[in-house]
């Protein structure tokens, strides 16, 4: 059975939030995860009334599970009792065992971002940092560049200062998938949470190389980091809510 075969027999099973996490593991993923099929298939497990209509209210299944899943996640927290000014992130990057990037960025630093992107980029990468999505950005200053054949991984810590404690965001993930259409080469891993948090898992931190052509034939140009964690945290009180749950040694 072809690879795409298969994946179109499984997405039928899965649940909307399931169904919405593989939409994010890569570009061909993400294009047939949006077949509206497989969208009706998620309505008609929780709404099944809704799809004897010839079709749905929003247009299409898809946007109707979206709208749905949006509303769920718009409850109002209570302020987080971390701030970015609490928190500094050490991030290293390597191609095999060779270090070719490792900071220590204040959380003020990582939560002012990429305030005016560089010229060079591409449009679409240029949309997507000046998007209104909730982003943590940094500027790489000096820029370095990597063969796109070369093997690339990246660990991030997160400590706090005031409790002199370290948790792990990403322990030595590759960067096994490139977007040549937006310029991003992507790596993640999965949250490891306090044990009084027993029921929470599957939460992933993504992290990005932002890049432009180099000039050079195979090789990129990294002008910036990306770090989210778009699976349960698009917002600043949420991302802060979150690092506070994390599992501090």
């Known amino acids: 059975m072809a690879y795409e075969e298969v994946l179109k027999a499984v997405f039928p099973l ?38 004897k209509r010839p079709s749905p209210p929003t247009v299409t299944y898809y946007k109707l599970c979206q709208t749905f899943y949006k509303r769920q996640h718009c409850r109002a927290l209570p302020p987080p009792r971390l701030s970015f000014s609490d928190l500094e992130f050490y991030i290293d990057i390597w191609t095999g065992e060779r270090s070719i990037f490792s900071e220590v960025v204040p959380g003020p630093v990582l939560q002012t971002g990429i305030v005016v992107p560089p010229p060079g980029i591409c449009d679409m990468l240029r949309f997507h940092l000046e998007g209104p999505e909730y982003k943590m950005t940094l500027l790489v200053e000096p820029r370095f560049t990597v063969p796109l054949m070369a093997t690339v991984s990246v660990s991030v810590l997160v400590g706090r200062k005031d409790s002199k404690k370290v948790a792990c965001i990403i322990n030595k993930s590759m960067f096994d998938y490139i977007d040549r259409t937006a310029y991003r080469a992507l790596a993640f891993d999965y949250l490891d949470f306090s044990p009084i948090y027993p029921f929470i898992s599957g939460i992933r931190a993504w992290i990005s190389l932002l890049f432009m052509e180099d000039g050079n034939e195979g090789v990129i140009n990294v002008f910036g980091l990306e770090m989210d964690f778009c699976d349960a945290a698009n917002s600043e009180p949420e991302v802060l809510w979150l690092l506070d749950m994390l599992d501090w040694k």
Do not use: H, N, T
């Not at 890569?26 to 799809?51: M, T």
């Open 14 to 51: 899965l649940e909307g939030a399931d169904l919405a996490s593989c939409m994010l593991v890569c570009k061909q993923w993400r294009d047939i995860a949006q077949d509206d099929y497989f969208w009706k298939c998620v309505c008609a497990k929780r709404w099944p009334s809704i799809c």
